[in-house]
């Protein structure tokens, strides 16, 4: 660790972010301490890290969050390796602050684009998608911290035995794919058990009293995503952070799978036309896969495929019918936009709050 990064760690006060933000907040001794273990493992003094969201997670966001004292995450989803290059280059421009990138375990090109983020000194890759990184991650220790997303705690310990250094639990409340146990379930079973990495719990998380809630079960930090969609620095449609700010949580809802023979991992968003169309795509690749002309890894990419076309839809070009207007269940907990630094401060201010208000009853 770099003796600036120890130096702005001892501190605290999150630094601010990008020019305009609100005031940073005092993180509270109890609030350090809570999670000093997940701050040290991700070498910045406010441990959240950004869900990484396909088109939403990019550069801006990225940077911003890391400028802020959180830790940004690049949403890799199905880029290939010359566009992963090109934004991680593009983003080390915007900050000097560590930050990581998110690879879908599925890529048919996961060794190449592991390979770039070695290339570009990336700090710390994280695997998500279920699936066991393998040799990618032997690859990635060589250069990086590995965090790789865990469904169960024997997962997560088979994930660990294999090297992961730290662990994401993900709960069904959380936008885009989504497993099948609630946030609160998947706590209780992973935090008391998995001790030998830092454990950084999601899905649903949007206030600072669940942070703290979670923080005293054992989590070493959380991860928020639909939360920083409506950030000022998320370049997000305006139309699509509207329709965040409009929506509730009982409007963000888990799609359909058709048939249990294919799977399907279940994506959570606003309800719309995509919906339907969403519907119509799995018959068509049901039927491709019943005809053997589809194994179950390409199918499954196949569909990943097209919630990253759908999703480019809605967040980049408004279309937020037709396009897939993924989001958690937190969503009903967005309410406005605002800079990256106000979101960390008013988490930050309600975490050191309910604390607080435990430490004096």
Known sequence: MSDAVAKEMTSTTAPSGAAGGAP???????????????????????????????????????????????FGVIACGS???????????????????????????????????????????????????????????????????????????????????????????????????????????LAQEVLPVIRDVPVFVAGGIARGEAVASFLEMGASGVQMGTRFVCASESIAHPKFKQAFIRASARDAMPSVQLDKRFPVIPVRALINKATESFMEKQREVLEKFEKGELDQQAAQLEIEHYWAGALRKAVIDGDIENGSMMAGQSVGMVTREEPVTAIMSEVIAQANAALSGRSAS
Do not use: Y
């Not at 001794?29 to 701050?39: E, H, I, V, Y």
């Open 79 to 185: 880029m290939n390796p010359a566009l992963l290059d090109a934004e991680i280059k593009a983003a080390q421009t915007l900050t000097k602050k560590p930050f990581g990138v998110n690879i879908i375990t599925m890529h048919p090109q996961l060794m190449e684009l592991v390979e770039v983020c070695a290339a570009n000194k990336v700090s710390h890759v994280v695997f998500a998608a279920g699936l066991s990184p393998g040799e990618a991650m032997k690859k990635a220790k060589t250069f990086a911290k590995v965090v790789c997303f865990a469904p169960a705690a024997s997962f997560a310990k088979r994930l660990i035995k294999s090297g992961a250094d730290a662990i994401v639990v993900e709960g069904s409340e959380a936008g885009g794919h989504i497993g099948p146990v609630s946030t609160s379930v």
């Open 24 to 70: 940073a907040a005092e993180i509270s001794p109890r609030l350090a301490a809570l999670w000093k273990r997940g701050t040290d493992f991700l070498e910045c003094p406010i441990a959240i890290m950004c869900g990484a969201m396909s088109w939403v997670s990019e550069r801006h966001l990225v940077a911003a969050i890391s400028n802020a004292g959180g």
